[in-house]
């Protein structure tokens, strides 16, 4: 789909469509993966509603559809898209020990990246509108976890790359519900677990302030995808060019949104660590491994590996010098 190719690019895109185009006068149903109690990363629904029908005059109105299989789109973390679109959507949700979260939105509109999705749009029948990066993720412990040997002994909520680096590395993953975490972690079946970040994670899960914030074995991003599954919809060049804005939108103001809430609500944990360099190399070669052998697999697969790892050899250059070292010298 041309659309997508523009998009992602990085090409110059209009900040939102002609208000005076005529839209169609249509209904969008959107399955919702997030509950929408969730702060912040619960409202991305509300937001787009917002925009594309202020933005259409009315033309476009987005409605909650409660059956996944028959909505128009999917609202989903990246990771969840992967039975439709294929193991790339482990590089777009983020990798652990990997690109920054503005790094990876860089990389997200990329020429070299929107190609691939261009490709995977079009065989999984999709049209991919990115949406929010929330910025690193979190793990948390009732264990003390010191070494990769202590691996072990985590019983842990888990999902995407993380889940699968650490069982890889002897831990228990479950990939469980947000809303089953507290108990599981009450009745003893969790020790541990990843969601979001320090802002969400301790609403969610009331007992994680007295647990231990482990960082250096998560995503550094959490992304989500808004996933146009219609048919009639895809043929709809201005309704998609609205979403894609929209969605553009939408990020920025999520993602200011969810740091301003993850540094506020850090100064209330007491017990911060990060984990231990033995720790976070196993997981960066475990990691490395895993998205080598999607390469091996999957074709379209290895030709967005190439161009984040490509990415990531630039983009860090400029990271050392833009901000570690400057912070480095405070």
Not at 154 to 177: D, E, F, P, W
Not at 261 to 286: G, H, M, Y
């Amino acid at each position: 789909m041309a659309l997508i190719a523009g998009a992602c690019s990085g090409e110059k895109q209009p900040s939102q469509p002609v208000v005076a185009q005529a839209f169609p006068e249509l209904n969008i149903s959107v399955f919702a993966a997030i509950p929408s109690q969730i702060p912040v990363i619960g409202t991305q629904f509300d937001m787009l509603k917002n925009e594309v029908e202020a933005i259409s005059q009315g033309r476009i109105s987005l409605s909650v559809a409660s059956d996944r299989d028959t909505a128009d789109c999917l609202l989903v973390p990246a990771h969840d898209a992967a039975p439709m679109i294929g193991p790339v959507a482990h590089l777009l949700e983020g990798v652990p020990n990997g690109l920054t979260p503005d790094e990876h939105n860089a990389w997200l509109h990329s020429t070299e990246l929107g190609a691939v999705v261009d490709s995977i749009s079009s065989n999984a029948g999709l049209n991919i509108v990115p949406m929010s990066a929330f910025g690193l993720q979190c793990g948390w412990t009732q264990q003390s976890v010191e070494s990769v040997a202590d691996l072990a002994e985590l019983k842990m909520r888990g999902a995407g790359l993380t889940g699968m680096v650490l069982r890889q590395l002897g831990a228990t993953i479950s990939n469980m519900s947000p809303r089953e975490i507290e108990p599981a972690l009450q009745s003893g079946d969790l020790n541990s677990f990843e969601f979001i970040g320090p802002a969400v994670d301790t609403l969610v899960v009331p007992s994680s302030k007295n647990m231990t914030l482990v960082a250096g074995w998560n995503e550094r991003v959490s992304q989500t995808l808004l996933l146009v599954r219609s048919s009639e919809l895809q043929q709809e060049d201005a309704v998609l060019q609205l979403l894609h804005s929209v969605g553009r939108s939408v990020h920025l103001q999520s993602s200011s949104q969810m740091y301003l809430a993850n540094a506020r609500a850090l100064q209330s944990i007491a017990k911060v660590e990060r984990c231990s360099p033995d720790i976070s190399d196993a997981v960066e070669t475990t990691c490395t491994e895993i998205l080598q052998e999607f390469a091996t697999q999957d074709s379209t697969f290895a030709t967005a590996y190439e161009s984040y790892k490509q990415w990531f050899s630039t983009a860090r250059r400029w990271t050392h010098i833009s901000e570690q070292r400057y912070l480095e010298t405070r």
